[in-house]
């Protein structure tokens, strides 16, 4: 058991494993029983970077989030009253879902499912595919144990996907969405008996029945997937992405972007926040060659909220305006292009590296990236403590900010000059042989 916390502990950042021992100790307090689930899981034992935390919860999942938000200052995201389940963001940008432990049972194809709350083995077993259907106990009784009652483990090691059940794409047809996406982004197979359910599904005409919330879902998944190029590719090769638009065909798919898009996300060193908020960027590249009419038709087929349609409507003239500062003289040093970046939203950042034709905001930008935000990093919270700064403190923040701005403005030291080679010792009369001698 130890060694699965210990695999723990090495793989999550020191605060997502800060996050996991908070959730610990409130659910202890409520005596409540806790668990890792789900990605966060799957991640872990795949050797995959863990971008956000899945908890679930035998009892109050939302009383938890909320005790959460009151004692460590985490924002409640959103709430999902059906399944009981709360999207949570923490002081350090710890991204976390926080769920009840549930039984859903599907009356009709793509209907709302009849939600119960389970035990975390019914929970489980309720789940799309059995990569996702793993648990680790947080509990003090049991702490460190796994729970894989589907052998997702053994799929894991595999790199397969395989559904839990025969009726999974019937009961919720958005997973085959969701098993495109699994595919692209971990690189797995899709095992022969789940391929054929996923083609079965499809000729039963499966697909018409993912109703607009679904979709919306899926999309937001989507938009947060660094390999946006990849998986566009992807759902265009399985006819896929023409469920949110007819008109998302051949040019109209903007591949060439999507790709931009993806190395974009990779410019950010690996770790670092970036405070994104990916729906406004991805839906730019997504309907930047529709006309207004198909675009409406994409907002109302997806569900998409005011507030994220009001966040792409704005992103293009916020980002011109952060592009003019960009292009700005007074940028002399490191520290004031610094200064700059990271407070703007990561949106805004990668919005200007994939659409900006000004040469000196994509050199600014990129030299930011590779080379004064790793710099940064070198400013350990240890380093700014070890000055004797109470840490958590204004006191200490800014002692750190100005610590990060000397280290960025400071010249590279020279290397030492080397020492000129001693001069060769002089040559005997044998040594100059007869050539010399006919010379002399």
């Excluded at 109209?252 to 410019?267: E, H, P, T, V, W």
């Excluded at 970036?274 to 529709?290: A, D, G, H």
């Excluded at 050199?363 to 109470?390: C, H, M, W």
């Amino acid at each position: 058991m130890s060694d699965y916390m210990f695999m723990l502990e090495s793989h999550l950042s020191a605060e997502q494993f800060r996050v996991v021992g908070e959730l610990q100790e409130l659910a202890a307090q409520a005596g409540t029983n806790l668990f890792l689930t789900g990605g966060a899981l799957r991640d872990m034992l795949g050797g995959f970077p863990v971008r956000d935390l899945d908890f679930t919860v035998e009892g109050n999942a939302l009383k938890l989030a909320k005790a959460a938000a009151q004692k460590h200052g985490a924002v409640i995201l959103s709430t999902d009253d059906l399944h009981k389940s709360a999207e949570m963001r923490f002081p350090d940008g710890v991204t976390a879902e926080v769920a009840m432990a549930r039984s859903e049972k599907f009356p009709k194809s793509g209907g709302r499912p009849q939600v119960t709350p389970a035990t975390i083995h019914e929970d489980l077993r309720c789940r799309d595919f059995t990569v996702n259907a793993v648990a680790l106990s947080l509990n003090r009784a049991s702490l460190g144990l796994p729970i894989d009652p589907t052998n997702g483990v053994g799929d894991i090691e595999r790199k397969e996907l395989r559904t839990i059940h025969n009726y999974s794409f019937y009961d919720d047809p958005s997973r085959m969405l969701r098993l495109i996406r699994f595919k692209v982004r971990l690189g797995y197979t899709i095992d022969e008996r789940t391929r054929s359910q996923y083609e079965n599904a499809r000729e039963a005409d499966m697909l018409s029945r993912i109703g607009p919330e679904a979709l919306g879902r899926e999309l937001r998944h989507m938009a947060n997937e660094p390999s946006a190029g990849d998986l566009m590719r992807a759902f265009e090769e399985e006819k896929l992405i023409q469920l949110y638009s007819p008109a998302l065909v051949g040019p109209k798919l903007n591949l060439q972007n999507f790709a931009k898009l993806q190395k974009a996300r990779q410019l950010a060193p690996f770790g670092v926040d970036l405070r994104m908020n990916s729906m406004p960027l991805f839906l730019t590249v997504l309907m930047e060659k529709l006309n207004p009419k198909e675009r409406s038709a994409l907002i109302k087929t997806a569900a998409l909220t005011k507030q994220e349609v009001s966040a792409w409507q704005r992103l293009e003239g916020a980002s011109k305006k952060l592009e003019r500062e960009l292009k700005s003289p007074k940028l002399q040093k490191p520290s004031h292009l610094y200064q700059v970046l990271v407070k703007a939203p990561g949106e805004l950042v990668l919005y200007l590296v994939v659409y900006s034709t000004q040469r000196i905001v994509q050199d600014r930008i990129r030299n930011y990236f590779q080379k004064y935000l790793p710099a940064s990093l070198e400013i350990t919270d240890e380093l700014v403590a070890a000055t004797g700064v109470t840490p958590g403190t204004p006191k200490f923040h800014r002692a750190k900010e100005e610590m990060i701005l000397t280290r960025l403005d400071a010249r590279p030291k020279k290397p030492p000059p080397e020492p000129a080679p001693p001069p060769p010792p002089p040559m005997s009369s044998f040594a100059r042989g007869p050539g010399v001698r006919h010379a002399r």
